[in-house]
Nanobody, 123 residues
Framework: QVQLVESGGRLVQAGGSLRLSCAAS????????MGWFRQAPGKEREFVTA????????YHADSVKGRFTISRDNAKNTVYLQMNSLKPEDTAVYYC????????????????WGQGTQVNVSS
């Protein structure tokens, strides 16, 4: 079992930056990959970015490439999402997810989910 707790969401102006954190507990953190997804009102949950357990490989959605960076600190059991150059269309609830089996970009591959943290980007 893995428990996930996200934090860091808030209201920010367009063009600003924000860092989300996701603290994990329950299993050896470095043994599993992590992902970030988001869901805007009236839309389906979508893949944002993911990272392997070692941190050596990352994956990004085209919409966030060059603006968002995922990283992890295995000593702190925490994964981060650094978001720069934020746009109003980035407004969503952001979820972290753990332990993907298969395609890191597929939400159905993940076994564990956090409760989500709200990010609002004003224009």
């Amino acid at each position: 079992q893995v428990q996930l707790v996200e934090s860091g969401g808030r209201l920010v102006q367009a063009g600003g930056s924000l860092r989300l954190s996701c603290a994990a507990s329950g299993r050896t953190f470095s043994s599993y990959g992590m992902g970030w997804f988001r869901q805007a009102p009236g839309k389906e949950r979508e893949f944002v970015t993911a990272i392997t357990g070692s941190g050596r490989s990352t994956y990004h959605a085209d919409s966030v490439k060059g603006r968002f960076t995922i990283s992890r600190d295995n000593a702190k059991n925490t994964v981060y999402l650094q978001m720069n150059s934020l746009k109003p269309e980035d407004t969503a609830v952001y979820y972290c997810a753990a332990d993907p089996r298969g395609d890191y970009r597929n939400s159905g591959a993940y076994n564990y989910w956090g409760q989500g943290t709200q990010v609002n980007v004003s224009s």
